[in-house]
């Protein structure tokens, strides 16, 4: 695993797609594909593209963006810290599982909420939060919540109980359109 981290420089902009998910990486790894195919065909191909002089430029500019986007990798690379950063990530969720278990829901919110910014693939955390959601009578919030879990990798382990919380979903969902219509109906029967 550490290996695989430190091949990530090679290429400007993949330590930051690939590690930490960042969406400027892609631009950045798309930006710099674009300028390697430039500097190859201009080169190699078709050599009256642009003049020698806007060729070398091409290449001096290349070569920058690879040595300065490397020096940014490995400089992340290296003030990143892997396990401290799982062991934060667990000690949020025990945190947060602990106000939950003792219904303490707006602290065990804020803490879930936290945890996933921190990593948006945590599917233990998006599940409780879902969960949370619907206890506090947030439905829509915990519906949308559902959906982006079960697109998540990784939630494939949590299918069943995800289904469950569904369930129990829709049947809040069900309650409170009863509950709606019982109220609706009431001042009718007051007129008659």
Same mark, same amino acid.
């Given at each position: 695993m550490r290996l695989a981290r430190w091949i990530t420089v090679v290429w400007p902009g993949l330590s930051q797609l690939w590690l930490a998910g960042a969406w400027w990486g892609l631009a950045i790894a798309c930006g710099f594909a674009w300028m390697v195919n430039l500097a190859v065909i201009s080169t190699f191909v078709w050599t009256e593209l642009i003049t020698p002089w806007q060729r070398v430029g091409v290449w001096v500019l290349l070569?920058?963006?690879w040595a300065a986007a490397t020096v940014l990798s490995v400089r992340q690379l290296r003030s990143s810290n892997p396990e401290a950063e799982?062991?934060? /990530?667990?000690?949020?969720? *025990? $945190?947060?599982?602990?106000?939950?278990?003792?219904?303490? @829901?707006?602290?065990?919110?804020?803490?879930?909420?936290?945890?996933?910014?921190?990593?948006?693939?945590?599917?233990?955390?998006?599940?409780?939060?879902?969960s949370l959601l619907r206890r506090t009578g947030q439905l829509t919030e /915990?519906?949308?919540?559902? *959906? $982006?879990?079960?697109?998540?990798?990784?939630?494939?382990? @949590?299918?069943?109980?995800?289904?469950?919380?569904r369930k129990m979903l829709e049947g809040q969902f069900s309650k409170?359109?009863?509950?709606?219509?019982?109220?609706?109906?009431?001042?009718?029967?007051?007129?008659?």
């Open positions: 070569v920058t963006v799982q062991a934060t /990530a667990e000690d949020l969720f *025990r $945190r947060a599982s602990r106000e939950y278990l003792n219904g303490n @829901w707006i602290k065990a919110e804020q803490l879930l909420t936290h945890l996933i910014r921190l990593n948006a693939r945590d599917v233990d955390a998006q599940l409780m939060l879902a /915990a519906s949308g919540r559902l *959906r $982006r879990l079960e697109a998540t990798d990784g939630a494939e382990k @949590w299918r069943s109980e995800i289904a469950r919380e409170h359109q009863n509950v709606g219509s019982e109220v609706t109906e009431a001042p009718e029967a007051k007129a008659a």
